[in-house]
């Protein structure tokens, strides 16, 4: 739990690796839960991070320097959604658009932990549903290769 945490917490360090490699060793029913957890664990660690530290340099730079063209357009429109008073946004909306966010293939999960709350006003409690609920579906598809991948080896070779 402790290692995928601190992985998923490193910016641009792609996270399925480490859950594909869990699964293969420590079977679905173990991983799942532990890279699940680790994994929204680290996004709430980063976001809540990023937001003592929002105006930041670093956050900037990495707005500017490291995401597609296509990933700085979606953050842009969805800082616009995230600005309006409460009663124009919509929670349901924002929720919505959190959880598109989570398994967008090209907004990187972890560095988006940190660009959600370092350059966002996104609520804290929507943050969490929306990370939960990204971390269940891309973390079951990661494990169940590795577990999958695993129970074919074991078959073939008869382990």
Known sequence: YCLVTASD???FLPCQP????LGAKLGFELAFPITALG?????????TAAR??????ITKDAISNKLSPEAV???QEF???TAATED???????LFALIGLRLAPF????????LLGGTTSVPLRLFVVATLFGCLLSNFVSVSMGAGGAMIFANEFHL
């Open 9 to 11: 917490m490193i910016p």
């Open 18 to 21: 480490l859950a594909i490699a």
């Open 39 to 47: 994994q929204a664990t680290a996004g709430v660690l980063a976001f």
């Open 52 to 57: 003592k530290l929002s105006n930041s340099q």
């Open 73 to 75: 357009h979606k953050l």
């Open 79 to 81: 800082r616009q959604l």
């Open 88 to 94: 124009q946004r919509g929670d349901a909306k924002i």
């Open 107 to 114: 907004f990187p999960f972890s560095a988006g932990n940190y």
